[in-house]
T-cell receptor, first 111, second 115 residues
Framework: SQTIHQWPATLVQPVGSPLSLECTVE??????LYWYRQAAGRGLQLLFY??????ISSEVPQNLSASRPQDRQFILSSKKLLLSDSGFYLC??????????FGPGTRLTVL | DQQVKQNSPSLSVQEGRISILNCDYT??????FLWYKKYPAEGPTFLIS?????DKNEDGRFTVFLNKSAKHLSLHIVPSQPGDSAVYFC??????????????FGSGTQLTVLP
């Protein structure tokens, strides 16, 4: 069966500091990978998706970037965090079929 | 521009009764619809989905209905149980690029099932 991992689970960072969130998927190959953010009291917003190694599509222009250095690894980064980057970050995987499966999430607080 | 809307932020239902969660969409390019359940500080869990070529899909206590002409879908939970208390997200899907599917989520409805 497939599992998806995210770390860290919780992160508190000062404004202006860098960010690196990691997501890995087990039990499948060549998945589509997605990064979402849920801001407080709001729905899930798609940030990035990837259909293969090194292929990244951005949905929302912002202070964040994503990379896919390996088939089952997806990384969300920032060079300088803003207060508005606080939120709950979710990684998901899927195939050309329609269902996406989510990881446990990372709670990021920028102070 | 919210393409997927869940107009009820919260819903309370008595245990054993039916819970009906509603969702409206505006983009006619959506061809697949999903419901997710989310507990605090956890990732959403997939519940049930429906293709745009169908009008009903049932899985145990969960049934999703799709009315394409009204661009409306609903999730019915019968009978409701206290463990169903969570935030429910409606999501709509369309092909993005290559094989990627882009999900657009509603803002969620907090369901509380009272014992």
């Amino acid at each position: 069966s497939q599992t998806i991992h995210q770390w860290p689970a919780t992160l508190v960072q000062p404004v202006g500091s860098p960010l690196s969130l990691e997501c890995t998927v087990e039990g499948t190959s060549n998945p589509n990978l997605y990064w979402y953010r849920q801001a407080a009291g709001r729905g899930l917003q798609l940030l990035f998706y990837s259909v293969g190694i090194g292929q990244i599509s951005s949905e929302v222009p912002q202070n964040l970037s994503a990379s896919r250095p390996q088939d089952r690894q997806f990384i969300l980064s920032s060079k300088k965090l803003l207060l508005s980057d606080s939120g709950f970050y979710l990684c998901a995987w899927g195939r050309s079929t329609d269902t996406q499966y989510f990881g446990p999430g990372t709670r990021l607080t920028v102070l | 521009d919210q393409q997927v809307k869940q107009n009820s932020p919260s819903l309370s239902v008595q245990e054993g009764r039916i819970s009906i969660l509603n969702c409206d969409y505006t983009n006619s390019m959506f061809d697949y619809f999903l419901w997710y359940k989310k507990y605090p500080a956890e990732g959403p869990t997939f519940l049930i989905s429906i293709s745009s070529i169908k009008d009903k899909n049932e899985d145990g206590r969960f049934t999703v209905f799709l009315n394409k002409s009204a661009k409306h879908l609903s999730l019915h939970i019968v009978p409701s149980q206290p463990g169903d208390s969570a935030v429910y997200f409606c999501a709509a899907s369309q092909i993005s690029s290559g094989s990627a599917r882009q999900l657009t989520f509603g803002s969620g409805t907090q369901l509380t099932v009272l014992p």
